[in-house]
């Protein structure tokens, strides 16, 4: 694997952390190194089995005592289980000190009130996590969490305008379900800020908040539940290029632009050259900072008919059908004959998903090969559905491949 870029990597900081480690008896292979070279050689990358493989080792040698315990929401592969102690120890030097330091100086401030609509629960801190930040910098804080559950929104849209809210944080989805019922029940809330992670803000969704609050801007936050956050894009920043945290994640590309992330932060489970699932562009800027433009997930792809298709030609078919390929959804299932059943989501009104539309998505989408061969043979089907149909994991994210085919048959 040839790298092709990369950020700083700090040799002092990645040997301190596996003396730590070795220190804690962590029955794991963990050497260290003379420099960057040495490193790669000595820690291949790994992917989510592998790193789901050490967690369950770290666990069977009891190691995961006096820790915060944490999971991926296994949406669509086994959940990985994760733990911290970041908030144990607190100095001017940690990881939660500077990421205060950080968001402080480039997001928020005091003079904020911040609707935290994040998801609590999950096995999952992002939202605790964001309430603790929010909380150590001064703004005034209202811990939402998700809309829904509260099942008053006009009482949670009131609170929210008599302490004078300013900024929203939490998924695309959940910012949106807050604007469309602002709309609905003409609730004037003067949000200038837009704090998003999890998934992309699509320009169409961008519109619509700002056709309803135009002061608003966006902050995007990029990191996983397995890092929490890892780098962070604003207003005065290049579009789409976000600020890595360069003191405590070590980010390489590959050739074929997949992302490896290094935790420096010292976590329970040693996340060393983890295949995080990303393609995207490690950028050197010229104030010698370093950004991450963030691309699709990698190797999004699914089986049909004894083949592989890739959610890039998917892409494809929808931009050559004139249609935005920014957000839409496949879902696989079984019909009750047995065939496969794909079903496409696309980002429009069901009004516009009409026979024209139809006609014309299927042209372009049996220009995929493999596609069209699972169909001619009579073991696949494919369906169309709008944004309406869009399903969202337990914290508001788009999964772009959902696999239901393992469960019961339906009536596709």
Same mark, same amino acid.
């Given at each position: 694997?040839?790298?092709?870029?990369?950020?700083?990597?700090?040799?002092?900081?990645?040997?301190?952390?596996?003396?730590?480690?070795?220190?804690?008896?962590?029955?794991?292979?963990?050497?260290?190194?003379?420099?960057?070279?040495?490193?790669?050689?000595?820690?291949?990358?790994?992917?989510?089995?592998?790193?789901?493989?050490?967690?369950?080792?770290?666990?069977?040698?009891?190691?995961?005592?006096?820790?915060?315990?944490?999971?991926?929401?296994?949406?669509?592969?086994?959940?990985?289980?994760?733990?911290?102690?970041?908030?144990?120890?607190?100095?001017?030097?940690?990881?939660?000190?500077?990421?205060?330091?950080?968001?402080?100086?480039?997001?928020?401030?005091?003079?904020?009130?911040?609707?935290?609509?994040?998801?609590?629960?999950?096995?999952?801190?992002?939202?605790?996590?964001?309430?603790?930040?929010?909380?150590?910098?001064?703004?005034?804080?209202?811990?939402?969490?998700?809309?829904?559950?509260?099942?008053?929104?006009?009482?949670?849209?009131?609170?929210?305008?008599?302490?004078?809210?300013?900024? @929203?944080?939490? $998924?695309?989805?959940?910012? =949106?379900?807050?604007?469309? /019922?602002? #709309?609905? %029940?003409?609730? !004037? &809330?003067?949000?200038?800020?837009?704090?998003?992670?999890?998934?992309?803000?699509?320009?169409?969704?961008?519109?619509?908040?700002?056709?309803?609050?135009?002061?608003?801007?966006?902050?995007?936050?990029?990191?996983?539940?397995?890092?929490?956050?890892?780098?962070?894009?604003?207003?005065?920043?290049?579009?789409?290029?976000? @600020?890595?945290? $360069?003191?405590?994640?070590? =980010?390489?590309?590959?050739? /074929?632009? #997949?992302? %490896?992330?290094? !935790? &420096?932060?010292?976590?329970?489970?040693?996340?060393?050259?983890?295949?995080?699932?990303?393609?995207?562009?490690?950028?050197?800027?010229?104030?010698?900072?370093?950004?991450?433009?963030?691309?699709?997930?990698?190797?999004?792809?699914?089986?049909?008919?004894?083949?592989?298709?890739?959610?890039?030609?998917?892409?494809?078919? @929808?931009?050559?059908?004139?249609?935005?390929?920014?957000?839409?959804?496949?879902?696989?299932?079984?019909?009750?004959?047995?065939?496969?059943?794909?079903?496409?989501?696309?980002?429009?009104?069901?009004?516009?998903?009409?026979?024209?539309?139809?006609?014309?998505?299927?042209?372009?989408?049996?220009?995929?090969?493999?596609?069209?061969?699972?169909?001619?043979?009579?073991?696949?089907?494919?369906?169309?559905?709008?944004?309406?149909?869009?399903?969202?994991?337990?914290?508001?994210?788009?999964?772009?491949?959902?696999?239901?085919?393992?469960?019961?048959?339906?009536?596709?």
């Amino acid at each position: 694997m040839n790298i092709k870029s990369r950020n700083s990597f700090d040799v002092e900081k990645f040997n301190n952390m596996v003396g730590d480690y070795t220190e804690q008896s962590y029955p794991l292979d963990m050497p260290r190194v003379t420099g960057y070279d040495d490193f790669a050689q000595k820690y291949p990358p790994i992917n989510k089995q592998a790193l789901v493989a050490i967690s369950d080792k770290l666990i069977h040698a009891n190691k995961f005592k006096n820790c915060y315990v944490i999971s991926t929401s296994g949406t669509t592969s086994a959940p990985l289980v994760l733990a911290s102690r970041i908030f144990q120890l607190v100095t001017e030097d940690s990881y939660p000190y500077q990421i205060r330091s950080f968001m402080a100086e480039h997001v928020f401030c005091v003079d904020d009130t911040v609707v935290n609509l994040l998801t609590a629960g999950c096995l999952g801190y992002n939202y605790e996590g964001m309430c603790r930040l929010l909380e150590s910098i001064g703004s005034t804080l209202l811990p939402v969490g998700r809309p829904d559950v509260m099942n008053n929104m006009p009482s949670l849209l009131g609170t929210m305008a008599r302490f004078k809210a300013n900024v @929203l944080v939490g $998924s695309p989805t959940g910012i =949106i379900q807050i604007a469309q /019922a602002a #709309e609905q %029940l003409d609730v !004037d &809330l003067a949000i200038t800020k837009i704090v998003f992670v999890g998934e992309a803000f699509h320009s169409g969704k961008r519109g619509f908040i700002q056709t309803l609050w135009p002061k608003a801007q966006f902050y995007s936050l990029y990191g996983a539940t397995e890092l929490g956050f890892a780098a962070l894009n604003t207003p005065t920043m290049v579009p789409h290029h976000h @600020l890595i945290l $360069s003191d405590w994640f070590f =980010i390489e590309q590959t050739d /074929a632009g #997949e992302l %490896l992330v290094t !935790d &420096l932060k010292a976590p329970v489970v040693p996340i060393i050259r983890y295949r995080i699932g990303d393609v995207g562009e490690v950028i050197q800027a010229a104030d010698n900072q370093y950004y991450l433009k963030i691309g699709q997930r990698v190797a999004e792809e699914f089986s049909l008919g004894g083949h592989r298709i890739s959610l890039t030609l998917v892409e494809q078919a @929808l931009i050559a059908a004139g249609l935005s390929a920014e957000a839409f959804q496949v879902k696989l299932s079984t019909t009750d004959a047995g065939k496969d059943c794909v079903t496409v989501l696309i980002d429009v009104e069901q009004l516009a998903l009409d026979a024209s539309l139809t006609a014309r998505l299927e042209e372009k989408f049996f220009h995929i090969p493999k596609l069209k061969e699972a169909v001619a043979r009579g073991v696949a089907v494919v369906k169309w559905g709008s944004s309406a149909d869009f399903s969202y994991n337990p914290r508001g994210k788009l999964n772009r491949l959902l696999e239901s085919r393992n469960q019961l048959a339906t009536a596709c």
